[in-house]
């Protein structure tokens, strides 16, 4: 009798959020996410400079790739940016982009900047879902 393994596997129950592919990685089940993430100081500074003329509210997600509560909010983030598509939602790791975290005196992560037209409106630190949804509840008009 042959083994047949399916395609692939939810992780865990209570983890969901990445399926085990046959080749044994794992993936993310929000692929569909909008998040924006910048591995360069030139095209964020460009990016952030274009944003100073649009009124759009934008959700600075500072995070790093050892920090387990970056992790919890991940998915989060990627369901916020599926359902607020009028907010723009960007990625920083602060390991990678370590001067924009230093400029936006990031101390903490997860660190949530909401920002318009250049101008940090809100501050959410910590994995605080709620928190950050009623900020951008509040400033996405």
């Known amino acids: 009798m ?10 865990s129950p209570k983890m969901a959020t990445n399926v085990l592919t046959r080749h044994g990685q ?4 929000y692929s569909s996410s909008k998040v924006i993430s910048f591995h360069s100081p030139s ?21 790093a790739s050892w920090c387990g509560p970056c992790r919890l909010m991940e998915p989060v983030i990627n369901n916020f940016s599926n359902q607020y598509t009028s907010v723009e ?39 605080k879902k709620e928190d950050l ?7 996405r008009i």
């Open 26 to 29: 794992y993936q993310s089940l």
């Open 2 to 11: 042959y083994n047949i393994r399916p395609m692939w596997e939810v992780q």
């Open 43 to 63: 095209k964020w500074e460009v990016h952030f400079e274009e944003t100073k003329r649009s009124n759009r509210l934008m959700v600075v997600y500072f995070t």
């Open 133 to 139: 949804q009623m900020k951008i509840e509040k400033h």
């Open 89 to 127: 939602f960007i990625k920083i790791d602060v390991d990678e982009l370590m001067g924009v975290a230093e400029a936006f005196v990031v101390r903490a992560m997860p660190t949530f900047l909401l920002i318009k037209r250049g101008d940090v409106l809100d501050r959410v630190v910590g994995a």
